[in-house]
T-cell receptor, first 116, second 114 residues
Framework: AQKITQTQPGMFVQEKEAVTLDCTYDTSDPSYGLFWYKQPSSGEMIFLIYQGSYDQQNATEGRYSLNFQKARKSANLVISASQLGDSAMYFC?????????????FGAGTRLFVKA | NAGVMQNPRHLVRRRGQEARLRCSPMKGHSHVYWYRQLPEEGLKFMVYLQKENIIDESGMPKERFSAEFPKEGPSILRIQQVVRGDSAAYFCASLLDYNTGELFFGEGSRLTVL
């Protein structure tokens, strides 16, 4: 069963505009963490933002914010004021607690294209 | 304060040879994960190890693949008798504490099987 779903294979956004990348997850573990990573064309994996399942507030890191809808099991990434350098693959990931063996699994990714 | 170190960065093998990929986690990290990434795809979980223990190898093929994380030295992902389908990027990531915190990734090892 797919535990992390990213339904947008590719997204386009105009420079300086905001964009939302979708992510839904599936778990029965009450304790889990949600992550977003960026993978530019150079290939490295860059951590962007983390949200714990018990966190009351949505996580924010600079231009990145995570729209955490626990009841809907969604953890969308919002990038504000897009820059050309934001063009990359973006992966949503989840780490479950003991019920899930503490492993971190990744979605299929969304490729973001920022247009000048 | 070195990050996660993977080597080799690029490895070319002929079908039937063995590939050994090494990963040194960040200092103080005792949790190591290996992932495989095919071109234009996401990261597929392979194995999760702690020092001297395999915690979860549910993502690893039953044959030809093995992983270890000895008490001393790097974690090793070993692929025996490689086939063309093994060509991929293999990422290692380490973690300080599985309760919180992000995975820290190495730059990946890109295996090409001729």
């Amino acid at each position: 069963a797919q535990k992390i779903t990213q339904t947008q294979p590719g997204m386009f956004v105009q420079e300086k505009e905001a964009v939302t990348l979708d992510c839904t997850y599936d778990t029965s573990d009450p304790s889990y963490g949600l992550f977003w990573y960026k993978q530019p064309s150079s290939g490295e994996m860059i951590f962007l933002i983390y949200q714990g399942s018990y966190d009351q507030q949505n996580a924010t890191e600079g231009r990145y914010s995570l729209n955490f809808q626990k009841a809907r099991k969604s953890a969308n990434l919002v990038i504000s004021a897009s820059q050309l350098g934001d063009s990359a693959m973006y992966f949503c990931a989840m780490r479950e607690g003991q019920g899930g063996g503490f492993k971190t699994i990744f979605g299929a990714g969304t490729r973001l294209f920022v247009k000048a | 304060n070195a990050g996660v170190m993977q080597n080799p960065r690029h490895l070319v093998r002929r079908r039937g040879q063995e590939a050994r990929l090494r990963c040194s986690p960040m200092k103080g990290h005792s949790h190591v994960y290996w992932y495989r990434q095919l071109p234009e795809e996401g990261l597929k979980f392979m194995v999760y190890l702690q020092k001297e223990n395999i915690i979860d190898e549910s993502g690893m093929p039953k044959e030809r693949f093995s992983a270890e994380f000895p008490k001393e030295g790097p974690s090793i992902l070993r692929i025996q008798q490689v086939v063309r389908g093994d060509s991929a990027a293999y990422f290692c990531a380490s973690l300080l504490d599985y309760n919180t915190g992000e995975l820290f990734f190495g730059e990946g090892s890109r295996l090409t099987v001729l």
